[in-house]
């Protein structure tokens, strides 16, 4: 007698709880932290959301939680960035339709007094390896997130492994990341989106800014999940949102997001 | 896709027992910043207890309103104090404390002292008058009354200690804000499995939260415990 009540109780509050946060047109999206921290979500979606009357809901994370989330039918649709991980996730059957959405590229910022003697004619993998030889205080996102990704890149391509007290591993977001850099007048690696929204809130400078090194590209694409694998998951909504994402339309929008006058992200 | 809860819990397991040494050294960090935080507060609160329940003095309610407020003070908001004293820009920003165990510290600190205090006065003011004043006609001086009074209700002061350090062990925010989660130095059990569940990697996340819940479990009984002993 009493189990039946439990569970009339258990149902009650269950129902509950789902009759607060389910609606029809509802899409989870997850996505990486530099979308996210550099306003063009919140500059985008409501766009969306106004003309088609469907909601999304953002998880703003790092390109490897987002994999995970999505690999698991947790999310509908996720805009990542790092190509080697999504071209994995849609061999593997778990993404469909990955699709290029817009690109920019990766900064290097660091303190003003340049403890590093960095001069801007170096190259990347020069760069690195001066803060490194000097055992300059270097932050690693060291998150799996695709700014993380190419950090690595980066040192594997310079053939440098880096250790020691001065390379400190955050696993944090880029803003938290960037405010630890600037606490701790070190350097870190930083997308030019995160980097222009939130500059003005440390006293970091660029220190790379450079269009010519491929390494330091850094392309979004989107990616629907397939539903083949999990039913469950929104595709059809889903598919809407990709395919606006990628429209001639939207890609204008992309462009004409600017903060300071200056161009955040640039659609493919 | 190898990751199914069962397995997951098993890789829990074996990350716990082959002693594996990253897993560890979160654990000590914990510990290790907990612990003193532990013993910097509780001497100071023990003696502010005994002042403030052995003496009177015209603001004593006031001091004793406020520290009751300061228990339910969330962990993010002493975070959020601590940030802004010890960033570049702040009043202490010359210290460079900030990401760093001693930051840890210090806001753990804030929040182990209230508790410690609070459950020390009610202790210590609840203890019969006859124990001090038989010290005093065996002619102890006021500290060795202090201390009398202290070993008397020994038990208590030892809940509070507990309580205190399930709290400060269990908290995650404020010291993601002010220790910054840094490997080998600031990433502590909580905020390792924050990070852990944000990657996606759970395994040595629900390794790190059975530790936590052990931990929880052996206080709570132990504070049973010491409060059977203390209604003796």
Same mark, same amino acid.
């Given at each position: ?11 009650? =509050? ?114 690195? =390896? ?90 979004? =694409?989107? /990616? ?15 598919? /809407? ?28 | ?42 001497? @100071? ?143 502590? @059990? ?33 504070? @049973? ?8």
């Amino acid at each position: 007698m009493l189990f039946k009540y439990i569970k009339l109780l258990l149902a009650i =509050s269950l129902l509950t709880i789902h009759s607060v946060s389910s609606a029809s047109n509802k899409i989870t999206m997850a996505t990486t932290t530099s979308t996210e921290n550099s306003g063009l979500l919140d500059y985008l979606l409501p766009i969306f959301e106004q003309h088609y009357h469907i909601q999304v809901k953002v998880i703003a994370t790092g390109t490897g939680r987002a994999l995970k989330l999505a690999e698991k039918g947790d999310v509908d649709i996720i805009i990542v960035h790092a190509p080697s991980k999504e071209k994995q996730f849609v061999e593997s059957g778990y993404g469909i339709e990955r699709k290029s959405l817009m690109y920019n590229k990766f900064l290097i910022v660091g303190p003003k007094h340049n403890p590093a003697n960095i001069v801007t004619t170096d190259k990347i993998g020069t760069i690195f =390896s001066k803060i490194a030889s000097q055992k300059i205080p270097f932050i690693s996102r060291a998150d799996n997130s695709g700014t993380h990704i190419k950090e690595q890149d980066i040192w594997n391509s310079a053939n440098l492994k880096p250790h020691g007290s001065w390379y400190k591993q955050v696993g944090q977001g880029m803003g938290k990341t960037l405010q630890i850099t600037d606490e701790l007048t070190a350097y870190t690696l930083v997308d030019i989106g995160t980097w222009l929204k939130l500059k003005d809130k440390t006293s970091l400078i660029s220190v790379y800014d450079n269009d010519s090194e491929v390494i330091t590209f850094n392309p979004y =694409s989107v /990616i629907l999940i397939n539903p083949e694998k999990h039913p469950h998951t929104h595709y059809k909504p889903a598919k /809407i949102l990709s395919n606006w994402l990628t429209s001639t339309a939207t890609k204008k929008i992309i462009n004409q997001y600017k903060i300071n006058g200056q161009q955040l992200f640039f659609a493919n | 896709m190898s990751d199914n809860l069962w397995t997951m819990v098993l890789n829990a397991l074996f990350f716990l027992f082959s002693g594996d040494k990253a897993l560890w050294e979160i654990i000590i960090v914990s510990l290790r910043v907990s612990l003193f935080a532990i013993l910097i507060s509780a001497p @100071i609160a023990f003696l502010l207890a005994f002042l403030l329940s052995n003496y009177h003095w015209r603001f004593k309610k006031i001091a004793l309103s406020i520290t009751h407020t300061l228990v339910a003070v969330p962990a993010v908001v002493v975070g959020l104090v601590i940030y802004l004293l010890l960033s570049k820009y702040g009043i202490l920003g010359d210290l460079y404390w900030l990401f760093s165990q001693k930051a840890m510290i210090l806001g753990q600190i804030l929040l182990a002292f209230p508790i410690i205090l609070n459950v020390s006065y009610s202790g210590l003011n609840s203890i019969s008058k006859q124990a001090e004043e038989t010290a005093i006609t065996f002619g102890a001086n006021r500290w060795q009354v202090a201390l009398i009074l202290m070993f008397e209700c020994r038990f208590t002061l030892i809940t509070a200690i507990t309580m205190a350090f399930g709290r400060i062990i269990a908290e995650v925010g404020s010291a993601m804000m002010i220790g910054g989660n840094i490997l080998h130095h600031t990433r502590s @059990i909580t905020t390792a499995i924050a990070l852990e569940t944000s990657k996606g990697e759970f395994s040595q996340a629900i390794a790190l939260g059975i530790v936590l819940v052990v931990l929880a479990l052996t206080l709570n009984f132990s504070i @049973i415990f010491f409060n059977k002993k203390t209604n003796l």
